[in-house]
Each structure stands twice: as structure tokens, then as C-alpha cells.
């Protein structure tokens, strides 16, 4: 069985610092991996995938995370963060077969203050 | 190309009483998903259609929730009786195929009294 850990519930930064939001699975297979932002009262939109390949990911909006099979890790990163990225984000995996049934996480409020 | 369409956004009613949302994926999206999202966690997978037909349904509590896709493009979920923990967020997602990411609508908000 997959589960996914998201170890901070709340992480407040100021706008312009660097940000981590720390994700870790477990899974008996090999498994997908994706990071989804959710901001109030919307849905969840994709903020990046590992599929296969580099282990090293990034979005358009300047987010990257890092697949880590050793940790069973899968952080997600942003070097200057901005207002607009206050949201929740939510780290999911899926099993290695298919990309189908998603686990989520129980999410990280990343709160960004001026 | 348009979104996942989900209705209502906002539903309130008393326990017991029956409800039902509505989903319509992305056009030519095989596989629906409706998750649920109880505030303060993640979304749990309830059913995955694939066309028409179920996937997978596991989790789905089957002795109030049901769901169908009978034409296999859009999609009901219905509670009945309601129970005041199914307070949650509803999500529906599609993707074009199983092995394809998933597109989420905004959700329907159902608070139960």
C-alpha cells in the first residue's frame, strides 16, 4: 500500500525567502510521483510530475522538486517565493503500473507574508 | 479547451436527507475520478470510471454513496442518507486515459446540519 507523508501542515515564509515543503512515501513498488496546488476554493491543478528520467523536475512558475529513492523523498522547492504562491500543495503519488489512482497527502499551507 | 464542470459549488442540507453532484469531464476524457476531500486532509479516491464502467471502487462507503456514468462522459455521485461526517469537499477529476494526469474541477462544498 502507498501513503504519502507531508511532514509540516503550516509553512509561513516572507515574501523573496527560499521554501522547502517536505514530502516522503512508502510504497512496495515503484511508484509516480506529482505536486498539486490547491488555492481557496478551487481545485487542485498540477504543479509538476516525476514520471521517469532526471530526477530533478520543474514547473513554469519557478517550483522544482527532487525525486530521492534512497530517502523515499520527493521535496518541493522554490529558491524566492512570492505572495501569489500562498496556497496549499499537496503531494501525491500513484502506483508504478499506471498513473491512475492518486494517494494523496494531508497538504502543507504555505502562507507567504510581505 | 474547457475544464471539468462540477455542480453545485455549495450544498447544505440536514442529515439523512439525499444529495447528488454532478460532474462533466474534459471532453474526450475516458477516465473519471471523484474524490473526497474532508477539510484538514487530502482527497481520498472514492470510484475511478473507466468509459462506463467501474475501476476501481474500494473505498466508496456503498451503503449510502453511489455513483454512475452511464453514456460514459458525465457523471452523478449521490449520498443517501447523508451523515453529518460526510462533510467534505467533492472533487471529480478526468484525465485523457488511465496513464494520463488528472484535470480537477473546483468541487461541490457540502456542509451537512
Known amino acids: 500500500a502507498q501513503s504519502v507523508t507531508q511532514l509540516d501542515s503550516q509553512v509561513p515564509v516572507f515574501e523573496e525567502a527560499p521554501v522547502e515543503l517536505r514530502c516522503n512515501y512508502s510504497s512496495s513498488v515503484s511508484v509516480y510521483l506529482f505536486w498539486y496546488v490547491q488555492y481557496p476554493n478551487q481545485g487542485l491543478q498540477l504543479l509538476l510530475k516525476?514520471?521517469?528520467?532526471?530526477?530533478l523536475v520543474e514547473s513554469i512558475n519557478g517550483f522544482e522538486a527532487e525525486f530521492n529513492k534512497s530517502q523515499t523523498s520527493f521535496h518541493l522547492r522554490k529558491p524566492s517565493v512570492h505572495i501569489s504562491d500562498t496556497a496549499e500543495y499537496f503531494c501525491?503519488?500513484?502506483?508504478?503500473?499506471?498513473?491512475?489512482?492518486?494517494?494523496f497527502g494531508r497538504g502543507t499551507q504555505l502562507t507567504v507574508w510581505p | 479547451e474547457a475544464g471539468v464542470a462540477q455542480s453545485p459549488r455549495y450544498k447544505i442540507i440536514e442529515k439523512r436527507q439525499s444529495v447528488a453532484f454532478w460532474c462533466n469531464p474534459i471532453s474526450g476524457h475516458a477516465t473519471l475520478y471523484w474524490y473526497q476531500q474532508i477539510l484538514g486532509q487530502g482527497p481520498k479516491l472514492l470510484i475511478q470510471?473507466?468509459?462506463?464502467?467501474?475501476?476501481?471502487d474500494s473505498q466508496l462507503p456503498k451503503d449510502r454513496f453511489s455513483a454512475e456514468r452511464l453514456k460514459g462522459v458525465d457523471s452523478t455521485l449521490k449520498i443517501q442518507p447523508a451523515k453529518l461526517e460526510d462533510s467534505a469537499v467533492y472533487l471529480c477529476a478526468s484525465s485523457l486515459t488511465e496513464n494520463q494526469p488528472q484535470h480537477f474541477g473546483d468541487g461541490t462544498r457540502l456542509s451537512i446540519l
Open positions: 470510471f473507466q468509459n462506463n464502467g467501474v475501476v476501481d
Open positions: 501525491a503519488v500513484s502506483r508504478g503500473s499506471t498513473l491512475g489512482r492518486l494517494y
Open positions: 516525476y514520471l521517469s528520467g532526471s530526477t
